[in-house]
């Protein structure tokens, strides 16, 4: 148990790390502050978002970053992608905001069946006034 302890304390700051260095990614791929050198490397990311535009644009970005991506237009599809080898990936990347399932009930379920961070996203829309 205590190992178990340990591990999920160096993946919860590993994960702290990659969320830092892709905060600091511009959409051209370049870095603000920090080398590519110093992103960990290897990462295994699943991006799911029903938007083929963002789901170019953030598996660019990632494979720049030298991670491993592999994208996913449907909130199910990407839980049974999960289910099927809970080991395959490292963190997961989704939109909130998809016809299938909302992201949060995809945050939801993989809190609940599987131990793989989740960083859910959202647009950013203009609104009227």
């Known amino acids: 148990r205590i190992q178990g302890e340990r591990?999920?304390?160096l993946e919860r700051a590993h994960v702290r790390r990659v969320v830092d260095?892709?905060?600091r990614a511009d959409v051209s791929g370049?870095?603000?502050e920090r080398k590519m050198e110093d992103l960990p490397a290897g990462l295994r990311v699943?991006?799911?978002?029903d938007d083929p535009l963002c789901l170019m644009i953030v598996e660019k970005m990632l494979r720049?970053?030298?991670y491993t991506v592999t994208t996913c237009n449907r909130a199910i599809k990407a839980m049974d992608m999960l289910r099927e080898d809970k080991s395959r990936f490292d963190i997961v990347l989704s939109d909130v905001y998809m016809p299938d399932?909302?992201?949060?009930?995809?945050?939801e379920m993989v809190g609940?069946?599987?131990d793989v961070p989740v960083i859910s996203?959202?647009?950013?829309r203009k609104t009227k006034r």
């Open 101 to 107: 399932m909302d992201g949060f009930r995809l945050l």
């Open 46 to 49: 699943l991006v799911v978002d």
């Open 64 to 66: 720049r970053c030298n």
């Open 21 to 23: 260095a892709m905060s």
């Open 7 to 9: 591990k999920t304390k």
């Open 30 to 32: 370049g870095m603000q």
């Open 121 to 124: 996203t959202c647009p950013l």
């Open 112 to 114: 609940l069946e599987l």
